[in-house]
């Protein structure tokens, strides 16, 4: 692998025809990846998804860099109907499309550069993402402005593309009171490819951040997706994930509170089968007094499948009067699948409230009896309860229009 990577580096270089800073800083986080690998097992993070083990057992001869990986034309039919919005539009890895045609247009900023810019990361799949990298997009929301319409990212992706790397990073900068409301769809028409995905959000003061990730499209790639929002006074992040389509997902989420009134919240769905693997990740740094944070993980599993779910929440010295809850809850449908959980709670300061739990457990079948028995088959009793359980996390989606859209997209996958 280090031999094909090295090879594939210098053509991402000399495609992109970087500046000497920009090929030394890449050259630097090449380094730090050849030097770590792919995370295993023995690193704490991932100990309950081997992703070397994973990578090399599921992408034969992986690539990454592909004279195919270029943008090019889609079909316009996977656009959300009836629903309005700006769009980003990615191509196999690479940007087809920019509409921000719904908003003022000096009231954002956009720019698309390939310039790599550091990470305080020890994290290595963060250090592949800064080496290969193609596409860097900077947006920028003014103060004072909300957009007046959602942002979806469109991750699309052809059958042209196979075993291949796609590596992407975007930074969301939200000036004080400003909003945005950010969905990631994902529309796969290839197998076995590496996505590799780093998200910077800077939330300034009584700034909101709404941020929908929706992977529904059964397919065999592997996805990393990484997220470091920092909040500032007043401010407001909003996370929900579904994740049910690819063949393994890791999402990771380090959010940092790091002024009063911060608040964050996070809500996220796993439905698996057939052998699939996902895990949410998440650490909420309370560095401030009086910030607040909420999560509620929920995980359906069958089929083989393994679901994962890692939460960490630590409380500073200084952040007292910290509101700290975390809940994870799975159902195993059949005696095959597993479900792992690490709650974790970190305090240093002594006037808080925080608390974490976690459950596994099967359908109840006097429940079950009882839909039966009021005239539902067992399938349909089945999908009810199912449904009821997972629904609970949706309704904490506060926009009702993009609750609805989740809604649509969850009844159809």
Known sequence: ??????????????????????????????????????????????????????????????????NETKPGEFDQSIFVNNFTHNKIIFV???????????????????????????LNSKNPLIFLNNALKFNYIKLTIKE???????????????????SNTISQRIDFILKKNSSLKLINLFDDNSNNNFYNINYQFKIGKDAILKNYKIDSQLNSNIKYFFNN?????????????????SKFIKNEINCNLNDQYSSAFI???????????????????????????????????NNNSKG??????????????????QL???????????????????????DVKCSHGSTSGNLDEDVLFYAM???????QSKKLLINGFLLDVVEKITDLEIKDLIKNIMENS
């Open 229 to 245: 929002i920092d909040l500032e006074h007043n401010s407001l992040a909003e996370t929900f994930i579904f994740s049910t389509g």
């Open 373 to 379: 028995s009021r005239g539902l088959n067992y399938q």
């Open 308 to 325: 994962v779910y890692q939460g960490k929440i630590f409380v500073n010295s200084k952040a007292q009067k910290t509101d700290g809850y």
């Open 1 to 66: 692998m280090e031999e094909q990577l090295k090879i594939d580096f210098d053509k991402v270089i000399q495609n992109l025809k970087s500046s000497k800073k920009d090929i030394e800083v890449r050259q630097k986080n090449l380094n730090e990846f050849i030097k770590n690998g792919f995370p295993n097992k023995r690193t704490e993070d991932w100990k309950f998804s081997d992703f070397n083990q994973i990578i090399t057992s599921n992408i034969k001869g992986l690539k990454f860099f592909n």
């Open 267 to 301: 809500n996220g769905i796993i439905n698996l089968k057939n052998d699939q693997h996902h895990e949410i990740k998440t650490n909420i740094n309370h560095l401030a007094k009086n910030t607040k944070s909420y999560q509620l993980v929920k995980s359906v599993l």
């Open 92 to 118: 196999n890895g690479l940007i087809s499309m920019l509409d921000f045609n719904c908003e003022e247009k000096n009231k954002i900023e956009v720019i698309d550069t390939h310039e790599t810019e550091d």
């Open 328 to 350: 994870s809850k799975a159902l195993l449908l059949d005696e095959n699948t597993e479900f792992d959980a690490k709650p974790e709670l970190e305090i240093y300061a002594d």
């Open 144 to 162: 004072n402005y909300s957009l007046n319409k959602p942002l979806i990212i469109y991750n699309i992706t052809n059958n042209k593309l196979n």
